[in-house]
């Protein structure tokens, strides 16, 4: 076990520098970077997310900036391009930024944010309790919810509930998050028809002059729709991998012994049938949480206006402030390598017949 977790941790380094390497070379290629921003502004050309970076440059430049609201046909001073390119990080070849970037990635060292005047990892243990507020609730409820019906739905295979549920449920699986969220605004969220709960934050303007009983339903009353928007497709799949997984052990051989000793179908199920076939869901709720947690809350954030990671990621990449892109893409891939680990090991934790070093199942 001990040689299979170094190998894992071993292969997370150039799984990371490949993820690293081919987005830094995307990015860079991108047009529209920090540097092409400030010119722009320069140029007259309106772009709040580069204004507060104009009292950074020098007298020259400003005074650059004052003399005229559009400088396309003449161009800058190379001079103010070149104080522009230095005060980003742009005067060093590529190849020598990414490697200091490696560099101080390997102490964590993700630099400041180009436009938010504060750290990268400030701005990330800001967004953080957000993003895992709302992935720890939706996978809560994907959970108390989709196996329960997954078990209900084996049990009753074929019956209309079986049909009429499936339906439902494939119904869901097809509907993005992010258009569900659309579709809950509109319906619930002072669109076309109800006004019930608010449209964007997770807590009212007063919040903290609520009392504490208030402060909780004032947070269950913000969270109840962008929680809805997340589980939507999480619920279907673990649904329907409940059931199968259910159906496949029923018919299995020891459960047909169980059932010929005479023991009740109640203690077959939950006695036999449930531990094993629970295996693969137990395993599974660490990558079914950081799944919650990374797919689709880009989206659910931007609609609700939630102050998270994903609207963070959104934003940066608006505003091209790479080393808050480069920053939240390195935690989340090795938040995902982690988590895909630990996946492994709760796997052997709950059957410990299986086996990663032989890559087999002992008897």
């Known amino acids: 076990m001990g040689s299979y977790i170094l190998r894992r941790l071993l292969l997370m380094i150039p799984t990371l520098l490949g993820v690293l390497v ?32 104009l009292s950074g440059l020098g007298s020259e430049t400003r005074s650059a900036a004052n003399r005229s609201t559009y400088r396309g046909a003449q161009g800058l001073d190379p001079s103010v391009i070149e104080e522009i390119e230095k005060m980003y990080g742009f005067d060093k070849p590529a190849g020598e930024r990414f490697m200091d970037m490696l560099i101080n990635y390997a102490t964590f060292d993700f630099g400041d944010s180009f436009f938010r005047n504060t750290s990268v990892i400030d701005l990330i243990k800001e967004k953080l ?3 895992i507020t709302l992935g720890l609730w939706s996978t809560l409820i994907i959970y108390l919810i989709s196996i329960p019906l997954g078990i209900k739905k084996a049990k ?12 439902v449920i494939i119904i869901g699986y097809a509907i993005p998050g992010f258009l569900f969220a659309i579709i809950l605004i509109v319906f619930f969220a002072g669109g076309s028809f109800f006004d019930w709960f608010p449209l964007r934050g997770l807590t009212s303007p007063n919040y903290n002059e609520l009392s504490g009983v208030d402060k909780i339903i004032d947070y269950f009353w913000h969270i109840t729709l962008p929680i809805l928007a997340y589980t939507i497709g999480g619920f279907a799949t673990l649904t329907m991998l409940t059931k199968n997984s259910f159906l496949d052990e029923i018919t299995k051989q020891y459960v047909q012994t169980a059932r010929a000793k005479g023991l009740r179908e109640r203690r077959v199920l939950y006695g036999h049938v449930f531990r094993n076939a629970m295996l693969i869901i137990i395993a599974s709720f660490p990558a079914a949480f950081i799944s919650v947690f990374f797919t689709g809350a880009m989206l659910i954030e931007v609609i609700f206006s939630l102050d998270g990671l994903g609207l963070l990621s959104f934003e940066s990449v608006q505003t091209r402030d790479y080393p808050v892109i480069f920053g939240t893409l390195f935690i989340f891939t090795l938040l995902g390598l982690i988590v895909k680990l630990i996946s492994d090991l ?12 032989s890559q087999e199942v002992r008897s």
Not at 24 to 50: C, Y
Not at 156 to 167: K, L, V
Not at 346 to 357: K, L, N, Q
Request: glycine share 8%.
């Open 22 to 53: 081919i987005n830094f070379v995307i990015v860079q290629a991108a047009p529209g970077g920090p540097v092409e921003q400030m010119i722009f502004k320069l140029e007259g050309r309106d772009n709040n997310a580069t204004g507060n970076r």
């Open 129 to 131: 309790p957000v993003s």
């Open 156 to 167: 009753s295979h074929g019956s209309n509930f079986d049909i009429w549920s499936s339906a």
């Open 346 to 357: 709760v796997y052997i934790a709950v059957d410990p017949r299986i086996s990663f070093e």
